[in-house]
């Protein structure tokens, strides 16, 4: 079957969507027509870096339905809703190797473990993660990454006891997600750190405490005052390299003894290039400093997610900021670029909108 897709055809040149050629599944393999996709910034690096093997799709968290799926697939079928994710659905060890779907584009093969700038996707069902059927068709899309990340790294990484001081570097839509979770899990304070005022203000609807804008003072400094030393657990939601240095020395620090260890620095943001770290912040304060890779468990964590949602507890209809068709894709990414979106920004498919009509026909019924 043809079907439109956003393609990195090659490096320095903007995206094209085109149709590409999607086989039958193969027995391990789920084809979803997407509703709706996140956009993420991690794109933007893959769109930057010359060594990445073209044609590539891209794109790894969107909502849809499955149109068909392999012989070996039985977690879902036909008709069932599903959020498309880059993180296996069921807990294992390592990483896996990359995943050909057997698309192409002009009879080559497209790379890409996943993709979900597209109206649909092929790929390994360990991807595709079903979710209850009023699940909003639109807003879900960001939980197969921005929510996974950015909260999976508070909840399951960092695991901060009520009390607990946090400081979150980047108010992106992970760093929001981050910084919701943090506050759900009742950390005290939820320190917010940005360049932009707006940002930081918007950062409040999502439970910060205090704000630090980087640009006008000493981040580290700032921090240290408001939680008289440092905090207990300091996110980088950003990669650049100040701020991968900044948030190990935000962290409180510990001393001699078995327990008297410091606080914990949790990278989350893709890094961009090396760092420099003093090693006396893990030898005379036993500080650690790691980082967190999409750790949610999409199976279960998923559900909750959405069940918070419905509740009010985690509102991702604030975080959705704005919204494009897949024809504004590199307007999309220039946007994300340059900071011109508030949260996260999604690209609304045709599915979508057949959806949203066949449901206000049967209301008028």
């Known amino acids: 079957m043809k079907s439109l897709a956003a393609i990195d055809t090659g490096y320095g040149k903007p995206l094209i969507v085109d149709e590409i050629e999607i ?26 870096n ?16 499955v149109t068909k799926v392999g012989k070996n697939v039985s977690h879902v079928r036909e008709g069932d809703m599903v959020i498309v994710t880059w993180v296996p659905r069921l807990p294992e060890k390592g990483r896996r190797p990359a995943y050909i779907s057997g698309a192409t584009y002009r009879e080559q093969p497209l790379t890409g473990n996943v993709w979900t700038w597209g109206e649909d996707v092929l790929t390994n069902a360990d991807y595709v993660v079903k979710v209850p059927s009023d699940t909003p068709k639109d807003l879900s899309s960001i939980v197969g990454c921005a929510v996974l990340t950015g909260a999976g790294a508070v909840l399951n990484t960092a695991r901060p006891r009520p009390g607990d001081s946090v400081a979150i570097f980047g108010l992106g839509g992970v760093g929001l997600c981050a910084l919701q979770m943090a506050s759900l899990m009742l950390a005290h304070p939820i320190i917010a750190v940005d360049l932009h005022d707006d940002k930081l203000q918007f950062a409040k ?16 400094e700032a921090i240290k005052e408001i939680t008289s030393g440092g905090a207990d657990f300091v996110f980088d939601a950003i990669g650049v390299r100040k ?25 989350i943001g893709w ?5 420099t770290v003093d090693a006396r ?25 959405l069940r918070w949602h419905k509740e009010g507890k985690f509102p991702l209809d604030r975080l959705v900021t704005k919204r494009y068709p897949l024809s504004d ?13 508030q949260a996260r920004a999604i690209i609304e498919y045709p599915a979508m909108k057949t959806a949203t009509k ?8």
Do not use: W
Request: net charge neutral; charged share 20%.
């Open 281 to 305: 912040h893990f030898m005379q304060h036993q500080r650690t400093y790691r980082g967190s890779l999409g750790a949610t468990y999409p199976e279960k964590d998923f559900d909750m997610f």
């Open 243 to 267: 701020s991968m240095e900044q948030i190990l020395p935000a962290t409180r620090g510990g001393g001699p003894g078995a327990d008297n260890h410091g606080g914990m620095a949790v990278l």
């Open 358 to 365: 066949k449901v206000a026909a049967s209301k008028k019924k």
């Open 23 to 48: 086989p039958e599944p193969r027995p391990e393999q789920a084809l979803v027509k997407l509703y709706s996709s996140g956009v993420c910034h991690s794109q933007l690096h893959q769109i930057h």
């Open 271 to 275: 890094p961009q290039g090396d760092i």
């Open 329 to 341: 894709i590199n307007q999309a990414c220039d946007d994300l670029q340059h900071s011109r979106i």
């Open 205 to 220: 609807q999502f439970g910060a405490t205090h704000l630090v804008n980087a640009s006008k003072v000493d981040a580290v």
């Open 50 to 65: 010359k060594d990445v093997v073209r044609p590539f799709v891209m794109g790894h968290e969107g909502t849809g339905v």
